[in-house]
């Protein structure tokens, strides 16, 4: 009796991150990179969104507890692509200010 050895196929999938609804993403600028550094990080989140329901959110994303938010409605602008004219969207940004000993660690 033959016995068959079965490739195994492993399917990796995206690293554990943990999502929020409110959170939609990091603000990549380099205005939030300098910010980062001095422990200040920016996020774009929904229009709905306000301050204590980031706080909660944040907390039990990345389990730091923020000192300060700041929430910034961010303008839609007009742009021209090719000779047609569109909207780029806006939306709500928020920063979050953490204690000096904390930081967030971006996968």
């Known amino acids: ?15 554990d991150v943990k999502t929020h609804p409110l959170i939609l993403g990091t603000r990549v600028t380099e205005k939030s990179a300098i910010g980062a550094d001095k422990g200040a990080y920016t996020f774009n989140v929904k229009d709905t969104a306000n301050k204590s329901e980031i706080k909660k959110a944040i907390k039990a994303m990345y389990n730091v507890t923020p000192v300060r938010i700041s929430i910034t409605k961010v303008a839609s602008k007009k742009v021209v692509r090719r000779g047609v004219i569109g909207t780029k969207a806006g939306g709500k940004k928020a920063t979050i200010y953490l204690k000096k000993g904390d930081k967030i660690t971006f996968a």
């Open 1 to 15: 009796m033959e016995t068959k050895k079965t490739k195994e196929k492993k399917v990796e999938s995206k690293k």
